[in-house]
């Protein structure tokens, strides 16, 4: 089994290549298709086109290379946020996509976008 690999652009978004250095310093990564986009004009459902919306604001690191996977995330959050039967099968497709994507509240926890204003930390009293 293949080991997964933190992409690039969530690396740097994260502070993980300041961090290990020489973990990212060689990395080979595609070079971007360029930001992830508008959802695509097909996607005529008002619920899908307003999850892409929030997946493209809440997950910055998505370019136009997972836009396959973000369509499928867009479905699925859109059919269980339609309010009917809760499809458990349809929740767990969702789960797993947002963590291909990286947006797990673990991954989100460690996620600083510069220019983010960080809160006083109340221990920086005795490190001053």
Known sequence: MGM???PLAKAIATGRVQHDRKRFRDRNEPESTGPLG???????NKDQRAAWE??????PWLQKAHRCLTVIA??????LASGGDFDVRKANLLRQCL???GATPVDASK???PGEETADDPADKYFA
Do not use: E, L, N, S
């Open 54 to 59: 929030r997946f493209r604001a809440d997950i």
């Open 4 to 6: 997964r690999r933190t």
């Open 99 to 101: 963590g291909q994507m």
């Open 111 to 113: 996620i600083t976008m």
């Open 38 to 44: 508008p959802p695509p004009v097909w996607m005529t």
């Open 74 to 79: 867009c479905v699925a959050h859109a059919d």
